[in-house]
């Protein structure tokens, strides 16, 4: 039997894993003091239980220092052992030094995490020349897969969709979404010429006129990338599209642009809250979370 300890915003999320893993959730209270620190208050009855921390990390520096202290108030507090499920793993993306000076910031935060929690349940990280959390984490970790679950919303809500991947590097999993619903994909043709600026090519693709273009991306952050693309489809003459997105870190008014872009509708996991979360993730957290557990 496990706690659960769980950070602000995420109650919903934790209510479905409990229903699925058993055992109590309790918030994690942060009080945020006016010089920017913050207190953390625990419930102090976790004498030799397994805790579970549920926060994810897409404001990462509001929260890593927070989940560090709430691990280790944990252990203080007799915890057996303690484990993180952060749906969304912030800092995965600088993997390589592109520009002189510049940190490499996902091993560094892959050190910090383990310094701070036994191990680590997340969701589709954004891994490009690192292929694997094995390589940047010692501890136990496991990366559950969000392609089966968007497939079925895909194929419930949209089913004659033909999937649209934003870049080179999204083919593999769009196709595998694709084939996980049975309806034909395209890949864009983006280049980046900054943080905001990106420009899209669409394919000229027969099914693409005749059915609902769905455009898919792990994250969508600025909304630059699904913006060009929403008005290089109009341009064509193809339907609104609908955007599945599996982390909503949207930020800004991203999420209202691309409303206004013409997105017929734009929909996401719930690995972090927000109001277009309509595909959860609790089944396969609660699946990894139990293995973890169990193997104690």
Same mark, same amino acid.
């Given at each position: 039997?496990? +706690?659960?300890? +769980?950070?602000?915003?995420?109650?919903?999320?934790?209510?479905?894993? $409990?229903?699925?893993?058993?055992?109590?959730a309790h918030p994690v209270d942060l009080h945020h003091f006016p010089d920017g620190e913050t207190l953390v208050t625990l419930p102090e009855q976790l004498l030799d239980q397994d805790v579970v921390i549920l926060a994810t990390l897409h404001d990462p520096d509001r929260v890593a220092l927070p989940l560090t202290f709430a691990a280790n108030t944990a252990r203080e507090f007799g915890a057996r052992s303690v484990g993180l499920i952060a749906p969304y793993l912030a800092y995965m993306r600088q993997d390589h030094r592109f520009a002189p000076g510049q940190a490499i910031s996902a091993p560094i935060f892959a050190r910090f995490l383990q310094e701070t929690v036994d191990w680590l349940v997340t969701a589709d990280p954004h891994l490009h020349r690192i292929h694997s959390l094995g390589a940047l984490f010692?501890?136990? &970790?496991?990366?559950?897969?969000?392609?089966?679950?968007?497939?079925?919303?895909?194929? =419930?809500?949209?089913?004659?969709?033909?999937?649209?991947g934003p870049d080179g590097e999204s083919r593999q999993w769009v196709a595998e979404v694709a084939r996980l619903v049975g309806r034909p994909f395209e890949v864009l043709e983006k280049v980046r010429s900054g943080?905001?600026? +990106?420009? $899209?090519?669409?394919p000229q693709n027969q099914a693409l006129m005749a059915g609902t273009p769905v455009i898919l991306d792990d994250i969508a952050s600025s909304?630059? &990338?699904?913006?060009?693309?929403? =008005?290089?489809?109009?341009?064509?003459?193809?339907?609104?599209? $609908?955007?599945? $997105?599996?982390? =909503? +870190?949207?930020?800004?008014?991203a999420y209202a642009q691309i409303l206004k872009a013409g997105a017929?509708?734009?929909? &996401? &996991?719930?690995?972090?809250?927000?109001?277009?979360?309509a595909i959860s993730l609790a089944d396969p957290l609660a699946d990894a979370t139990s293995e973890l557990t169990d193997n104690l």
């Open positions: 039997m496990s +706690v659960m300890l +769980v950070f602000p915003g995420m109650e919903a999320l934790a209510t479905q894993i $409990v229903e699925r893993t058993g055992g109590d010692d501890i136990p &970790t496991r990366r559950i897969k969000a392609a089966p679950l968007l497939a079925e919303w895909i194929k =419930a809500n949209v089913p004659d969709a033909v999937l649209l943080d905001r600026e +990106v420009l $899209v090519s669409v909304g630059r &990338t699904m913006i060009e693309a929403i =008005a290089r489809l109009a341009d064509a003459g193809c339907r609104p599209p $609908v955007c599945v $997105v599996i982390h =909503a +870190v949207f930020s800004g008014d017929a509708r734009i929909v &996401t &996991t719930n690995s972090i809250p927000h109001e277009s979360n």
